[in-house]
């Protein structure tokens, strides 16, 4: 039997340079007729994150998932210049060009900075004319310290809350293996009420593989992020998706979103999820994923065989 946290395995690769020449990897599953899915992760995660999401959808449709720069398989940036939402952007549109066929439209999911890098590559035209519509999961545009309850609420000054929040995304100290107590505290932190020892392990798993360096770089750039600008230029049709007991990203952000955003299709809010909805929920994540390609996305929509795309890609055999 396959479990749901194993990886699954690429129809094909690609190789993608975006704007300042970083090479971003892509993998792409499921049916080549199908309509494209594009699927973008959140910070310290890989392609692998998806797994679960991934095996659902892939009987139906076409899966395009790829790693952030200097996460997984994908290049690290030359620089502190090769970090930020303005980059994230970038990578975003090389990919899109890549994989979406010119006229053709993708449904883009973000989780967590996923969500965010959609938000900052919204108003630009060679992203919008390719989106059909988006799913915005566990995510964020602005004031991410001043809201995260991974530490005790206890903690009742606000700017130590803050100070430790900021730490903990910005620090650079290594991981070490994973272990019992690392588990544990990945479940508390951004799993939900009720995490599965599988769900903690593979979380475990996925985190421990992003460099100490790369994972605090990312960190200083979500310390200041401020997306607000940039989500109102969203106008493609956008579901907002969020967990109940989300630590990193509650559900006060999912709320402003959905309010803020031009086009608004929906916001669900799943009782007892953590951050990681795409491992807690994989179900209800795909479900909203199909909803939206079913309401916006017509037969096809994205497809390789209906068109050929205007960017060129190195292709490597699965």
């Known amino acids: 039997m396959t479990l749901p946290y194993e990886a699954v395995e690429p129809r094909r690769t690609l190789e993608v340079q975006s704007a300042d020449g970083t090479r971003i990897h892509v993998e792409e599953f499921g049916r080549a007729d199908g309509t494209t899915v594009v699927l973008s992760h959140g910070w310290t995660c890989s392609i692998l994150f998806w797994a679960p999401v991934v095996r659902l959808l892939s009987p139906d449709f076409r899966v395009v998932a790829y790693d952030q720069r200097g996460h997984g398989r994908s290049a690290a940036p030359a620089g502190r210049r090769g970090y930020g939402t303005g980059v994230l952007a970038d990578d975003l549109q090389a990919v899109l060009e890549a994989v979406v066929p010119a006229g053709g439209r993708a449904v883009l999911a973000g989780h967590s900075m996923g969500g965010m890098t ?162 807690e929920d994989p179900e209800a994540v795909a479900a909203a994923i199909r909803s939206l390609a079913a309401d916006h996305a017509g037969p096809a929509a994205g497809g390789a065989e209906s068109g050929k795309s205007d960017a060129v890609a190195e292709e490597k055999s699965a």
């Open 118 to 279: 959609i938000m900052a590559a919204s108003g630009r035209e060679q992203v919008a004319r390719r989106t059909a519509a988006v799913l915005l999961a566990n995510t964020g545009s602005a004031r991410l310290l001043g809201s995260t309850e991974v530490l005790p609420k206890r903690l009742s000054v606000r700017w130590l809350r803050r100070a430790l929040h900021r730490q903990l995304l910005v620090s650079p100290l290594p991981l070490g293996p994973v272990t019992p107590l690392t588990r544990a505290a990945f479940a508390y932190g951004v799993l939900g009420a009720s995490p599965t020892r599988e769900q903690a392990a593979f979380t475990a798993r996925i985190v421990h593989a992003c460099r100490a360096r790369r994972r605090a770089a990312w960190g200083r750039v979500l310390a200041v992020l401020d997306l607000d600008a940039e989500l109102a230029a969203l106008t493609a049709p956008t579901a907002v998706l969020a967990g109940t007991h989300d630590k990193l990203t509650p559900p006060v952000h999912a709320r402003g979103i959905a309010r803020a955003l031009p086009h608004c299709v929906g916001l669900t809010e799943l009782p007892g999820a953590g951050h990681m909805t795409p491992i």
